[in-house]
């Protein structure tokens, strides 16, 4: 299982809100070409992206990662509609305490202007590893829904 940020900016008409609060029961199409122009992104969904990876949902304008999902699908080249689904919403975590730009999320290369400008960027495991340790300690109410999160594969 690998893990990557999906940045969106809200400023542009779409919050991931829109998504954890989704009736939607099945899976949850995610990104089409006319939104993913990166061709960092594109090679990452075309060639790494795998069902049951996970994903850190971050708001680039409101600097700040709201969420966690499960890709439902493998990712996919542009041509072929939407190029990533996510798992229902039902099955996601909304955290109930972001995790902030700063000081949450420094030295994590996925987050800064190194690591690119694209909509999906990986996460390394030693910097996942200290993102849990902060969503735990931010978020100590849902230690159990994150557990599930993180225990399916």
Sequence with gaps: MRTWVFKV????GWEFDEYFRSRTRGVYELGDEGWIRSASSLRHLREE???GDLF???EVDRKRVVGLARAASDGRD???GSLLDFDPPREALRLQHPLTRRPDLDHILAFS???GRGTVQ???PD???RLKRII???NPEQAQALRRLLGRR
């Design 49 to 51: 992206v795998k069902r």
């Design 122 to 124: 990986k996460i390394d």
């Design 78 to 80: 542009v041509g072929l």
């Design 113 to 115: 202007p190194q690591r």
């Design 56 to 58: 850190l949902c971050y």
């Design 127 to 129: 910097e996942f590893a």
């Design 9 to 12: 900016n809200t400023k542009r």
């Design 136 to 138: 735990l300690r931010k």
